[in-house]
């Protein structure tokens, strides 16, 4: 085996990745892609594709093996193996020289290493983001690229990596997983569709984007669009959009799962083996190829199931997580069944907060699932640890979650100030704000875009409630000096979005 490479420098990653150009090899479709479903793309392509390539020489599997481990499990802090074991003394090596890299900077670079290896890896039309026949030559886009740390660790090979986006089952070791989350028996593994609904791709996005400029513009899509309903809930996996859930005007319960291809535009509903019970007021988090269902009511009845959707092999898993063992800082505790809650996914974790069941007002506890191993705990939190609160937002940002608006004993909450954990050491604190301040409400939309200034990210809060009106304003927090700006269309009062609360908000790349 030969000496473990070091990276080139031209896959050196830019100090603001929020801000990089795009290589020319990822224009289009592939560019409309976030962070870290880009890196899981990639991921699976270097396994079904690159992998079996036959010029992929041993140095590039050394440089592609070295930079996926520093963005699955950071840096370098084993021992060097044994001098006689040469395969594993040239992977340290590689994995070594990749230095101090952040998780997201690597996850930058793999992909690139992919780009350079195979210009065109992302029109692989099992990834689902072009039709076999689109030609070349599309308009290239020039936008940042938001990272995002990414979970999971990694096998020895350029195989199937157990725990990753490219397994079959979440939180798989040595190549099996929990017999809770395998698909049902007899099912073979499917490869995944070019779209969910199993038809082609056939508008680009950029034609239906390139119009856009700030403020709200019409989506014109085709398909099978759902019924308008709301307290649904909505997550972004790639280039689709699932959505799942909600309530009609009626009072129905919408049955099965539409999806949204923002590539084509156009909605689907695919057909999925198993099921889950329709629900509304619960929440849906995407992690890895999975979308992790919780809560909700169905009937009059909270639940406190956790299901997963497969979106590889369109199948719902239902899970059964167990109380894990208590820890420091942390006792052996599921949460009880809710809705109106908030789920934040930071590192592999969902974090639950807050909500209401039969009885009212839930306490301010916080439970975390642990994906990787299904185990449930509560945290014992520390510092300024905010009142009950139900129907409010909590979004990640980095290794803190982020708890906006909602309704408390008190009234609403309004944006002068955010609760804020640090999920690290599960302390609570304050933070205030000024500016724009948005009006108390609940029921209201939140999405992490890219910031209008240089680098770092911005919150914006759309729609919402107070009990006596709705809204259709739209706010941004520049999460750098927590200041609050009202974005404004030309006219706030025919923006083309009626008041609205109980609606749902994901970004797809920097638009909601």
Request: glycine letters at 10%.
């Amino acid at each position: 085996v030969p000496a473990s490479p070091a990276v080139p420098a031209s896959l050196a990653v830019p100090a603001s990745p929020a801000v990089a150009k795009a290589p020319s090899s990822q224009s289009n479709a592939i560019f409309f892609v976030g962070w870290p479903e880009r890196f899981h793309m990639a991921e699976r392509y270097s396994d079904e594709v690159l992998a079996h390539d036959p010029e992929l020489t041993d140095p590039d599997k050394l440089l592609l093996w070295a930079v996926r481990h520093q963005a699955n499990e950071g840096e370098c802090t084993t021992s060097r193996p044994s001098m006689w074991d040469k395969v594993a003394t040239a992977k340290w090596m590689a994995w070594r020289q990749i230095g101090k890299k952040s998780k997201p900077e690597a996850m930058n670079v793999f992909v690139r290493v992919v780009a350079e290896l195979h210009p065109e890896w992302w029109k692989w039309p099992a990834l689902g983001l072009v039709e076999a026949e689109e030609e070349e030559g599309e308009e290239e886009m020039e936008e940042g690229e938001p990272v995002a740390e990414g979970p999971g660790s990694l096998d020895l090979s350029l195989g199937a990596v157990p725990g990753s986006a490219v397994g079959n089952v979440p939180g798989a070791t040595n190549g099996t997983g929990p017999p809770l989350l395998k698909p049902p028996a007899g099912e073979e593994e499917k490869g995944a569709p070019n779209t969910p609904s199993g038809g082609r791709e056939s508008r680009p996005l950029s034609r239906n984007l390139s119009r856009m400029g700030q403020g709200w513009q019409p989506l014109v899509t085709s398909g099978l669009p759902p019924r308008a309903h709301y307290r649904h809930a909505a997550a972004v996996i790639g280039a689709h959009m699932y959505v799942f859930g909600g309530r009609t005007h009626g009072g129905r319960l919408p049955e099965g799962v539409r999806v949204l291809s923002m590539v084509s535009c156009e909605w689907s509903q695919p057909v999925i083996e198993g099921s889950v019970p329709a629900r509304w007021a619960h929440s849906m988090n995407a992690w890895r190829h999975m979308v992790v269902v919780f809560g909700g009511v169905r009937k009059r009845e909270y639940l406190a199931d956790v299901a997963l959707l497969d979106t590889h092999n369109l199948c719902w898993l239902h899970a059964e997580p167990t109380a894990a063992e208590p820890t420091f800082g942390a006792v052996k505790n599921s949460p009880s069944a809710r809705a109106y809650h908030s789920a934040t996914l930071v590192h592999n974790r969902l974090y639950v907060f807050g909500g209401e069941d039969s009885t009212g007002l839930l306490p301010p506890d916080v439970h975390a699932l642990d994906l990787l191993t299904l185990s449930w705990v509560r945290h014992k939190c520390s510092g300024h640890v905010p009142v009950a609160v139900r129907d409010h937002v909590a979004i990640a940002a980095g290794s803190r979650m982020l708890v906006v608006g909602g309704s408390t004993a008190a009234g609403y909450v309004d944006g002068s100030k955010l609760a804020v954990l640090e999920t690290e050491t599960m302390v609570w604190a304050q933070v205030r704000c000024s500016g724009q301040v948005p009006s108390a409400r609940a029921g209201h939309a939140v999405a992490m875009t890219p910031s209008m200034s240089e680098g770092g990210w911005d919150l914006c809060i759309f729609g919402g409630g107070d009990g006596l009106r709705g809204f259709s304003d739209l706010f941004r927090l520049d999460l750098t000096s927590s200041e609050w700006s009202k974005v404004n269309s030309e006219d706030d009062a025919t923006n083309g979005l009626t008041p609205r609360e109980g609606a749902s908000g994901t970004c797809f790349y920097s638009y909601c």
